[in-house]
């Protein structure tokens, strides 16, 4: 048996031990046709065995026992980038196709799908289908792959995954990015959110997926082409991902799942009492998104400044929830820009400079 500390005492300031098991995944995918609906045009898409798309190709990582799959590219200090949505086969890596050549110039550039996302296993045991799993899942993955100080960068429900693992454990976090999240951010109260999506079908599953996507972009035609949707919906067909909708279903994660937004509110009472999010910090948020909306950000970011000066934030105007998509290289270009800038000046103390 493998030892591991419990993601929810490293949040508390306390240590507890749990086991896991080590299982083997084997898996295997077989190319598959697709048809997209794109353009009002069915085009047919063929998706890649390893789920791949932009001329990337994905790794496959034993971690803890769940086979994780990632992209790596460039040399230099190692970047960390976590993707958005979780606990389905649509939501992937796949989402930072467009900045990883671009960030992958300055940095050693990693991105991995989240636990029981893409092409990455179930969790070992149904209580970690939750956040906090996810958490220690990405942990587990900069251990495995020997990262050390890292530089985090997540978007919308990954964005909380970096928010909460810079918490949990500050101490390899050389830099943090988040990007639109409802999941890091205190409740202002309702978003735009159901009234964009009310249009939305609810089945089949990848038209709800590839409608929601499109209702909260600002640029959807930009942001995201046939070969994005095939691989989501090939990913989403495999068996590993009919199972994790079936453990949600049967309430996996329970009962942590159910009470996040009250934990949440422990960790934000904690990080305004004690100095723990000390290292550079940007967010980066779209003025028009209409899911994980501005004024979230700026409750967020009101949170973290309290005992944080190394904060920033950046607004892009005319850019929905996907903006690093929708303007990949002004992204990149400025979250290069931040972390050089930290890097190098001594205000950056005892985080990025160490």
Known sequence: MKHTVDISDRFAGRRSVRRTGWLTFAGRALAVGVLVAGGGIDAFAQAKPDGSIAGL???????????????????GEPMVLVHGEGWSGHSSA????????GLAKRFHVFAAD?????????PL??????????VEHMYQFIQTMKLGKVHLVGQSRGGGLVFFLSVAHPEIVRTLV?????????DTGPTDRQ??????????????????????????????DDEFWAAGFYMA?????????????????????????????????????????????????GRNDPSAMLKNGLALYDVIGQLNPNLRMI???KAGHFHYREYPDEFNQNVINFIDYWSRSPAAGTAASK
Not at 94 to 101: A, D, E, L, V
Not at 178 to 186: E, G, K, L, W
Not at 261 to 283: C, D, G, S, Y
């Open 125 to 134: 045991d149904d209580k970690d289908y939750n956040i906090q799993g996810e």
């Open 57 to 75: 190709t994905a790794k496959f990582v034993d971690v803890k026992g769940v086979r994780t799959r990632y992209y790596e590219a460039g040399q």
């Open 114 to 122: 989240k636990l029981a996302s893409g092409m990455t296993g179930n």
């Open 237 to 285: 067909s495999l068996p590993k991902s009919k199972e994790t909708v079936a453990k949600l279903k049967a309430h996996a994660g329970e009962p942590l799942a159910s009470q996040f937004n009250e934990w949440k509110k422990t960790v934000h009472a904690r990080i305004v009492k004690e100095p723990i999010l000390q290292m550079p910090t940007l967010f980066y948020w």
């Open 178 to 186: 988040i990007v639109d999240t409802n999941t890091a951010s205190p």
């Open 315 to 317: 607004i892009v105007n």
């Open 94 to 101: 796949n989402t930072w196709s467009k900045n990883i050549p």
């Open 195 to 224: 009234l964009v999506l009310s249009t939305c079908p609810k089945e089949p599953d990848n038209e709800e997926w590839k409608c929601r996507l499109r209702a909260i972009s600002f640029k959807p035609d930009v942001a995201f």
